[in-house]
């Protein structure tokens, strides 16, 4: 899924992006594009997940900037931070991640 588009399902009023006039506005069902997906945060399949995203904003200055980065093959073996070589992403390099509030 990694790459998918996000999207947001807004109910009521919406305006279109950069417009104040209410006459402008949709009543109803609308969706408005948040980012693209790139993981979630959560180790256990049956619990609950957080889904991460690269915002929409994030995504426009990246390809607005036109930096290219390293190819795809020399990223593809790295070198991790507890010296051992890893292919592809480990989500042991992100050591211990904070415990998320619990809601009672």
Not at 33 to 50: K, N
Not at 57 to 66: D, G, P
Request: with cysteine.
């Amino acid at each position: 899924m990694s790459g998918s588009p996000v999207f947001a399902h807004v109910e009521g009023l919406s305006l279109p992006v950069g417009s104040t006039n209410l006459g402008d506005g949709v009543f109803g069902s609308t969706f408005q594009f948040m980012g693209c997906y790139s993981g979630s945060l959560g180790r256990e399949p049956f619990e609950a997940q957080l889904g991460v995203l690269w915002k929409e904003q994030a995504i426009i200055e990246i390809v607005t900037a036109q930096h290219k980065g390293p190819p795809s093959a020399e990223l593809f073996e790295r070198e991790a931070s507890s010296g051992t070589t890893h292919e592809a992403f480990d989500w042991n390099d992100w050591g211990d991640l904070p415990e998320l509030p619990q809601i009672v």
